[in-house]
């Protein structure tokens, strides 16, 4: 069970660059890096507005000279502080995250950085190569990746207990964007904007969320992959609001991935669902407590956290902070991840390898891989959904 014992001596010394007032992310952010004590929140460029960042970082309790107009300035003055920040996470739309991660790496921060990571495959890349040199690491905020149910299931992919696996149904579909809510709505805005989102919409915005469980809970590898996207609000185009994409993975098993904003009615419905050759697993992250067990010819059963019958000794499973029949959410998925990147960025900052290597979290490679994942979909699509290879 996780309590907020300190780990080491000293909270590392974090900034933001946006997740500002009104923002959909921010308060994520900072209730799960605060919820261990090994952050603490001293400075941020949290706006595009300098007064609205200034007045809403002194609200969160920091010094108003640490609060800047923007990342260049911010990352300028705290590399000259003997107390300047360690370590910052960038919460921005998608086009600032490689130059905002560039310039972080160039003074030497661990990185907490949104998905999707980048644009494009090469740039996420490049960040990768940065990072080695500078001896810094990047987590990447696949924010549903923390449940202990999620790794109850990668355990017991990895343990047989499903026999081979051969399907994988993923589904990211929520209904919130069934209308033009972007008329009203800024943060919806950018997301259907080439320029601010990237080449995709919702396959980069949610669907990498649905890819990256599969990629923690099965460790298959994308053979190849089909893709069809268009979208129901034509001004919209060229981003899609929905998507299909079909996967042959190495190995012979398949998969599907259904992203969309316009499945009218539907809160999340993030659902993964994995068939192997004696019993399937379902995990839905709107009862994320819970993870279903089918096994063929018996009753189905619901496993649920914090009982003695799951995987025990996996760190993940057991990273509970609340006995079992408490509903732990979203928050505490957040924070088991934040936990795991400040024990990361410290063993780096140690020079300790093998730790660094012992401690499971998604990295810049997850990064990468869900970046790839959206270049291949539009690949695939603007050739009339015609399966092509994932690494070519
Ligand atoms: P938002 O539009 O609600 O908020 C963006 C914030 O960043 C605003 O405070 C804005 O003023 C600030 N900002 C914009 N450009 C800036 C810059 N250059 N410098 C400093 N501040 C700047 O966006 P939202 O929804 O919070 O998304 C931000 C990022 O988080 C996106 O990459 C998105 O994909 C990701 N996201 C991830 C989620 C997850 O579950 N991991 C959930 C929601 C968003």
Redesign the pocket.
């Known amino acids: 069970m996780f309590n907020e014992e300190r780990r080491f001596e000293q909270p590392i010394r974090w900034g933001m660059?946006?997740?500002?007032?009104?923002?959909?992310?921010?308060y994520?952010h900072r209730s799960a890096a605060h919820r261990d004590g090994l952050f603490k929140l001293v400075a941020g460029?949290?706006?595009?507005?300098a007064d609205?960042?200034r007045e809403f970082g002194v609200n969160l309790g920091l010094d108003a000279d640490r609060c800047y107009s923007?990342?260049k300035e911010f990352f300028a003055a705290e590399s000259k502080r003997p107390d300047g920040i360690q370590a910052v996470s960038v919460?921005?739309?998608?086009s600032?995250?490689y130059e905002?991660c560039k310039a972080a790496l160039d003074v030497g921060l661990h990185i907490v950085c949104?998905?999707?990571l980048t644009f494009t495959s090469e740039e996420a890349e490049e960040l990768k190569a940065i990072a080695a040199e500078k001896n810094c690491v990047i987590g990447v905020?696949?924010?549903?990746s923390g449940f202990p149910m999620v790794h109850q299931a990668r355990e017991m992919v990895e343990r047989g207990d499903l026999g081979e696996i051969r399907v994988v149904n993923m589904q990211f579909a929520h209904g919130f964007h069934n209308e033009e809510y972007e008329l009203n709505d800024?943060?919806l805005k950018?997301?259907v904007s080439p320029a601010a989102s990237g080449p995709t919409y919702v396959l980069?915005?949610i669907g990498t969320?649905a890819y990256y469980l599969c990629e923690v809970m099965t460790g298959l590898e994308i053979d190849r992959l089909a893709c069809m996207r268009q979208s129901f609000i034509a001004s919209r185009q060229p981003l899609e609001d929905n998507a299909h994409v079909m996967m042959e993975f190495k190995g012979g098993a398949v998969g599907t991935l259904w992203a969309s904003a316009v499945n009218a009615g539907s809160m999340h419905e993030q659902r993964i669902r994995i068939v192997g050759s004696k019993a399937s697993i379902e995990w839905w992250d709107e009862h994320p407590n819970q993870l279903r067990y089918e096994v063929q010819g018996e009753a189905p059963r619901v496993l649920d956290r914090g009982m003695g019958y799951l995987y025990q000794d996996v760190e993940g499973v057991a990273a509970n902070r609340i006995g079992g029949g408490h509903a732990e959410g979203f928050f505490e998925s957040w924070a088991n991840l934040y936990h795991r990147f400040a024990l990361a960025f410290d063993a780096a900052d140690r020079d300790d390898q093998e730790t660094l290597n012992s401690i499971w979290f998604p990295g810049v490679d997850a990064g990468i891989e869900g970046v790839r994942l959206c270049e291949k979909c539009v690949e695939s699509a603007d050739q009339g959904a015609a399966w092509v290879a994932y690494n070519d």
Not at 45 to 49: G, K, S
């Open positions: 660059v946006g997740g500002g007032r009104g923002s959909q992310i921010g994520a460029a949290f706006d595009l507005d609205r960042c923007n990342y919460a921005t739309p998608n600032t995250h905002i949104e998905k999707p905020m696949y924010g549903y800024p943060g950018w997301r980069g915005d969320h």
